[in-house]
């Protein structure tokens, strides 16, 4: 395993290798053994600094970056890991929604703090620029938060496309379209396996900054290749029963 | 002013709660609620029940700290709210002291200590102990849940900690107890 | 974690739930309500085979006749405690329940009708078993008025009433009600309790007090409640309700000067012994009775003497034929004298209302009536308000708003009443009536205003638009003169005409959709409060308005229900009922709470946590109050209240709750067992009061990632166009893999 970040609570750590923008997504699975773990209470170990997670500031390392090779390394084992133990392409494509997950929970209150500390926000392009972000209430906001904000943390740059599907029969369906996700940079998937998408990872994500904000959804990952972009992914998001009857609710109330 | 603070989970599970007394206007900050002793389980009824507001205000209202939301008349108990973007809640329970008039022998003691340091102890309690629903009592609650949400955001950064775990950690109650003495 | 199964501490077990008692005592029933009701059919039938020949030969052709005749009533017996033995959820006051307690709130606000009778009628009627002679017969008769009565209201459109009622007094006791009367409110309390204690003594002990008795659920305890309290209030100056409307003045055939006794009672009424206080206005309505002994007088004298009637005193008058002999059970025709439904504390507890509270019909003391009777005072108190009383409102209102109203909406009544506020513009304030400045009217040595002041006629008006169901009318009239009444410091009217002002406005069914008229009924209420109780210490009529505020507001629905819960926790801050009405006060916050509905398609805007709160509350309460049972049936609400708000196991989230409820369960249970005559303290108790083991076990449950949760399957990659693949549908297996 690679060495470990400085502290976890950081997403990203500066990077010499590439010059292009960097991830820090892979923080969460990456570390066996953060240097502080307080919620252990029974013998609660702190670092020999005196220095634990709570004293540490959550926007020291914002501007930071990650090294993109021991980013791909520790996604290489993620797979790895993971398809140790599936039975098949979609069973792989859960493990790795499901690695992602608890990572969007996390994001999302992480995005919030470092919005609301700062006057110069990471989500000031979406609407606002000083006063807090509001929670997303509709549809919307939260793709608007998805697409913009959260992959401006992610991958340092916005998704490159936000669809609403046009089928009468799935007004629940959204999609969002990334070009050529970091995540699948450096992974050449066998023919056989040509289904599968290692994005699922950040489907998972995606699913759990929905879910954490309220708005039940399956979120899937698809190849759609394109002649300028090989390996350019649509995320499908489908927001479920209970989600549609409440937009009709706020519509009616007039909430945006 | 006494305060019950509890954070709830997404799923209504109660991850961390502490229960202070002011520490402002000489206040030594210990809980004196209006409820006898064998009856603080009357602190969680009425944070439970402001759940019923909080989950209407919640889709009202989008910002993070959802002010005071709720009120429990009988015991002169204020429900304030903050909701993190992830769906954890902070409610904190706020009860003003019961006046000497109509209070028990115990308020009394709490009331004469109060009273004893003197004009000071009155100009700073109009400021947050007094009035439960004045601006100046809502900046200060906003004041604390930021500081609270600090914390919560960096145990939740932890690997080991997952969403809807109690929140065991000595440090982050120590965190909590500063937060509550600085700001309530 | 506490499964499904052993659900002990979740649902009691059903020997221990009180349905066993209750359907025990449904059992019992049905035999009562089915004889009461074929009674009451029977009594139906008689009564149209007897109507053509009742006694109505010619007097009323004049008038019009206004209302379809007595056979159409519909099926609502005239028996109220039939309605209430039914057996409900204590809360199921939310779609015909809050009808119903609009219609008791309609029906408490009656015409009131005095009766004088003369000594021989009394006699008469004495001899058939009615103590308090003629006043005591027709009372019970006049809740419900048989049929339909149509009323029209100040623009002319008329509406026919189901429950019109009327509410005799006898006048002998209407001057002297008020001056020696011990706080009505602890009468309640008492009534209350007894009523309570006698749930459980009659039937022995064991049965749960509210099973029985007319007690059947909680909701039946706080409708005695409401109806003591709305019967509590005896007439006062500051509000006309009590004030006879009409007055019956009665003699016998048995009389030997019936004309002269007749003058001479209207004499007496109206100048002479019986003349009512001064704060009543005297041009009440005049009604003449002759009561025709069936036994001992000859038909034709009486006929001629009621002829004779007519002609001296017109056409308010009528014939009553009755049989002097009294009537006993085994009489073939027999039936029995409806209890009355109005009955103040007072009464209550010198046990006039025996007969009510006791539920065993068969009970001996209670009076039985032969059927002809019966039918024919149906039909006089039919046509006494059909006729003749309702009538006369109408036309009183109709004269009112035109001479007095209308003047004070105009022009020189505005300017009246503002130069009445700024006491500069004297020249200008010959506006109204014989208004003479600030102060003008109210006579504030004995704070009345005199009954032909246009202050006091325009609140008669508006009391006369009230009862007769006009509340538009009723509720501009308040709202005109409840500024008046401030400025002459006329506290009890100001807070009378506050109460009745935002009361009207919420009776009216068609007013009121903005949230505007909703805070401006709160104010008025809060006026009212405060006028009542701070200014006036009138504790009992503050009771009053905000228990009204209560049911009306709660009735409204929506956020109505809030501000009626709201209310419900002043009375019981205000400290206005004592122990047992504290309950009841907080079984109607949880009523109220457990009424309001969620938002339609979305899962919020309910109360059930705060409603099943305050039930578990009341229940802690009831327990301490020595009523197991009834501490029973809240807790058994509280569970279906909470039922949609927890987990599927019913487990509080919070650790401390869970403890005291599980307390209380137990407690409960034993007191419960207890009084049946178990003993239940062997039993083990309940189960161990949830560990931290098994809440941080709850703990991990991922319950809040809905979204996981068969994702793979049903989001087969295979239904989108997009990527179609292989779905491997194998169960996953176990990972350790870090889960949020």
Redesign the interface.
Known sequence: MAAPPRHVSMLSISNSNAGTPQSASSDKPQTPQPPSTPQQASGLRVPSNRKTIYDRHLNRSRNAELSRASFAYLFAEMVTYAQRRVTGIQDLEKRLNEQGYPLGLRLLDLLFYRSTSTSSSALSSSSTSSSPPNRPLRILPLLHLIHGPLWRLLFQRSADALEHSVSPDTPNEYMITDNDPLVNTYISVPREMNMLNCAAYIAGVIEGVCDGCGFEAKVSAHNQPTEMWPSRTVFLLRFGDSVMEREKVLERAGIK | MSYYFTI????????FNIAFGTSKGGGDGIARFRFPDTA??MN?????????IL??A???N???YLKHIDTY??ASAYISAF?????ARFLLLHQPPQLPSSGSSSALGASSLLGSSGSTTRASSSSVAANPTSPQTEEAVRQFM?EV????????????????????????RS?ITAAGKKWL | MTSPGDGTPVKPPPSFSPGVARNASKSRYPDESEATASLDAELADAHTGSSPTSPLPTATAELPIRSSSPQSRSGRSSTPQLARSSIGSPFDGRSDGSEDIRSLIIRAFSPTVAIYASEDTDALVRNKGFKGGFWDLVRPFGETIPGKVVIRDSIGSSRAWEDYGVRFVNIKGLGAANAARDSPLAQMEEVLEKQLDSGEDTLGGPISGKDVLGIPATTPLSKLFLRQLLSSTPATPHETFGHPVASVIAISSRNTAPLETLRQLYAESSTGEKRLPDWIQQDYLRYYVLIHDEERDDIAESTKLYDQMKRHFGLHCHLLRLRSSQCVVTDDDSIQVPPCEWLSPREHLSGVGEAETLVDLGTDGTPYLFDSDATAIKTFIRELMVQSVIPFMENRVAVWNDQVASRRRGISGRLAAVSRRWPFGSSSRSGIGSSGGNSGNYDTTQNFYAPESPEATLRKMADFAFMLRDWKLAASTYDMIRSDFGNDKAWKYHAGAHEMCAVSMLLNPLAMSAKIKLESVDQMFETACYSYLTRCSDAPHALRSLTLAVELLKSRGGSATETAARWAMRVMDFGLVESIGQILFMERVAACYASKTPVTGAKWGARRRKAGMWSILAADQWLKAGKPSLASACLEEAERLYADVLEADGAFPMPEMQTFVDNLRHAVKVEYLEARGFDARDESPIEDPIGTEEISEKLDKRSHRRSLIGLPAQLDAGNLKLSPGPGTLEEAPNDDFERA
């Open positions: 709830l989970s997404p799923t209504d599970t109660p991850i603080q389980y969680q009824f009425i944070i439970h029940s402001s759940l019923d989950e209407e919640q889709w009202t989008g910002g993070m008349p009988p909701l993190t973007p992830s769906g930021s949400y600090e914390s919560f955001v960096k145990t939740a950064m932890s690997p080991f900690y997952k969403q809807g775990m109690e929140i065991r950690s000595p440090v982050f965190k």
